[in-house]
C-alpha cells in the first residue's frame, strides 16, 4: 500500500501560507475585469455534523441534534438572500455513525427548507473493495430516507467531506492510517459523488497545494494524495476530466492584539476557538474563489464541525445570526454585490453551469443539473 510521505513540516505549512497570499494578489487582480453587473456571492456552510461526536451517549446526541432542529430554523429564517431564500445548511452526516433515528429527524428539518444532507466519512485501512461497499451501503441507505440528489441518468447524486482530513490516503501519521485508498477519487465518482468539499485542511498532510481554487483533480491507484493538483474549472470551456474539488476560505492575515502583530490564517472554519467577526467576511471575498474567466460569481464555502456543545453554543448563540446579517447588510446591495445563500448541491450547479458557460440568473441554475432530493424517487 502506497502511503503519501509526512509533509505537515514547518516548510509545508510556510509553502501553503505563501501560496495563499499569492492566491489573493489573483483574485485581486482578476476582479479588476470590467462586469455589466454585480458580483453575485454565493455563500454555504458545510458542517461536519457529528451528533455522536466524543462517543457521545444516545441521549446526548440527540440532545444536540434536537437543539439543532429548535433553534437553527428561528435563525435561518430570520434571513433572506437577493432571491428571498433563507440560508441552507450543508449538513454532512456522517455514515461510520449512522443511528437511524437521528437521521430520520435529520431529513425532516431539511424537509423543512432548513438544509441538505450530503456523505461524511471517517475510515481506515480501507481497500477499494471494502470502501466501495461502505459507499453503496450509505448511499443506498441516505436515498432511501430521501436524502440525495440523482444524475440525469437516475444514478444517485451525492457530495463528499473526507473525515480525519485524509482523502485519496493523504494521511498517515501517528502510526495510523486514515483512510488506505489511493485511488479514492475515481472510486466516489463511479458511485455518484459529484464534488468534494473537504478543503481547506490547514496543517494537514491532505491540504492541497492548490488553495482558493475551483479545479477538477483525478487520484490514481500508485499515488496517494491525487488530489494535490488539478486542472482549474474554467468558464465556457469543456468540463475537465476528474472530479471537482469545491475549496474554501484559506487567507493569511495580521491582527494587532495587546499591542503586539499576530499572524494567522483565516481557514474558514465556524467553531468556539475562531468566533465570527466581520473582518472574516471581508477575507473570505477578498479570497475570490471563482472559476477562472468569471470573476462576478465568487464562492464562499464554509465549514464547521456543529453539533458539539461549545461549537454549537457559538453558531446558534449568535455566530450564524451575526454572520448572515453581515452578509445581507454589506455584501447585499444590488449594485456591488448580490448575496445568494446556497446548499452544497446548488453550489455544484452554479458552479457547472458557470464552466459550460451558461449565463442564466443565480436562481435559475440553484437545480441547473441536479435535482433537490425533495424531487427524486424517495423524497418528498
Known amino acids: 500500500m502506497s502511503r503519501f510521505p509526512l509533509n505537515s513540516s514547518r516548510l509545508f505549512t510556510l509553502e501553503i501560507a505563501a501560496r495563499a497570499a499569492l492566491s489573493l494578489r489573483g483574485s485581486a487582480s482578476a476582479r479588476q475585469t470590467p462586469s455589466s453587473g454585480p458580483v453575485d456571492l454565493f455563500l454555504c456552510v458545510v458542517d461536519h455534523y457529528e451528533p455522536q461526536h466524543g462517543r457521545a451517549s444516545k441521549a446526548l446526541a440527540m440532545e444536540r441534534l434536537e437543539d439543532w432542529i429548535e433553534r437553527y430554523p428561528k435563525i435561518a429564517g430570520a434571513h433572506r438572500d437577493s432571491e ?18 437521528e437521521f430520520v429527524r435529520l ?11 450530503e456523505l461524511h466519512l471517517h475510515h481506515r485501512d480501507d481497500t477499494e473493495a471494502t470502501l466501495r461497499q461502505k459507499i453503496r451501503d450509505a448511499v443506498e441507505t441516505y436515498r432511501r430516507h430521501g436524502a440525495l440528489s440523482e444524475w440525469p441518468d437516475g444514478r444517485p447524486a451525492f457530495s463528499f467531506i473526507h473525515g480525519d482530513w485524509a482523502l485519496n490516503n493523504s494521511r498517515s501519521d501517528g502510526g495510523r492510517n486514515w483512510c488506505g485508498v489511493n485511488d479514492e477519487i475515481r472510486l466516489l465518482q463511479s458511485e455518484g459523488c459529484y464534488a468534494d468539499f473537504t478543503f481547506p485542511a490547514w496543517k494537514q498532510t491532505a491540504q492541497p497545494r492548490m488553495v482558493n481554487a475551483l479545479y477538477y483533480a483525478q487520484s490514481s491507484p500508485s499515488h496517494p494524495k491525487g488530489h494535490d493538483r488539478g486542472e482549474p474549472a474554467r468558464a465556457g470551456g469543456p468540463v475537465p476530466p476528474g472530479m471537482l474539488m469545491v475549496q474554501g476560505p484559506l487567507v493569511p492575515y495580521a491582527q494587532k492584539t495587546d499591542g503586539s ?6 481557514d474558514g472554519d465556524l467553531a468556539a476557538t475562531f468566533r465570527y467577526r466581520p473582518e472574516r467576511l471581508d477575507r473570505w471575498v477578498r479570497a475570490g474563489i471563482h472559476v477562472q474567466g468569471k470573476p462576478d460569481r465568487v464562492f ?17 448563540g449568535g455566530d450564524l445570526d451575526a454572520l448572515f446579517s453581515d452578509a445581507e447588510s454589506r455584501y447585499n446591495d444590488g449594485t456591488r454585490y448580490r448575496l445568494h445563500y446556497v446548499s452544497p448541491r446548488e453550489m455544484f450547479n452554479v458552479i457547472r453551469a458557470t464552466v459550460e458557460g451558461i449565463e442564466g440568473s443565480p436562481g435559475e441554475l440553484r437545480d441547473y443539473l441536479l435535482p433537490p432530493p425533495t424531487r427524486v424517487a424517495g423524497g418528498r
Open 84 to 101: 428571498g431564500r433563507v440560508p441552507a445548511h450543508g449538513f454532512f452526516y456522517p455514515w461510520d455513525e449512522y443511528d437511524e433515528e
Open 107 to 117: 431529513v425532516e428539518l431539511c424537509r423543512g427548507g432548513w438544509g441538505e444532507i
Open 261 to 266: 502583530l499576530r499572524k494567522g490564517v483565516d
Open 300 to 316: 464562499i464555502k464554509l465549514h464547521s464541525h456543529g453539533a458539539p456543545e461549545a461549537n454549537r453554543d457559538a453558531m446558534l
